[in-house]
């Protein structure tokens, strides 16, 4: 039997819950979700109905309600796990988790993932960029160093 979080399959389409059914082995699907630890293609977990989640041990039909949290866990050694309501997405790197939240008073079935905006950001020992571009051509203020502009 499985218990606490969901095991998804190691399939890049095969990881697709309605959650206001009883869609995880014909029981009520849990708040977390889990990767395998192995495999090397990018997984894409899709969470539909949230706002109705069915819970209950088995597959009991009580809806929740309020505001409740998802955990979504990448154990992957390799590839990114992408989770999405159909609206919003978020793609987690290996090695990583996130919270996200959704609610049955809106009704609309999204999934309410942490904000990458930053509004200000305060740096004490250094910031590395292992990757990409550092653009900051939509600032309007100064961009300044201890050595000078």
Excluded at 61 to 73: E, H, L, P, Q
Excluded at 117 to 134: A, C, H, Q, W, Y
């Amino acid at each position: 039997a499985r218990v606490g979080c969901w095991l998804m399959d190691n399939n890049p389409s095969g990881n697709s819950f309605d959650v206001s059914d009883a869609a995880c082995l014909n029981n009520n699907c849990p708040s977390c979700f889990l990767t395998p630890s192995f495999g090397s293609t990018a997984l894409t977990l899709t969470i539909t109905n949230c706002s109705s989640h069915r819970w209950g041990l088995g597959t009991q039909n009580m809806k929740r309600t309020g505001v409740w949290s998802y955990v979504f866990i990448n154990r992957n050694l390799l590839a990114t796990l992408t989770v999405t309501d159909g609206v919003n997405s978020y793609t987690l790197n290996t090695k990583s988790h996130v919270m996200a939240y959704c609610d049955s008073a809106s009704g609309n079935n999204q999934l309410y993932f942490p904000s990458s905006r930053i509004p200000t950001l305060e740096v004490e020992d250094g910031i590395k960029i292992n990757s990409g571009n550092f653009d900051a051509s939509a600032s309007t203020d100064t961009f300044k160093t201890r050595f000078g502009a």
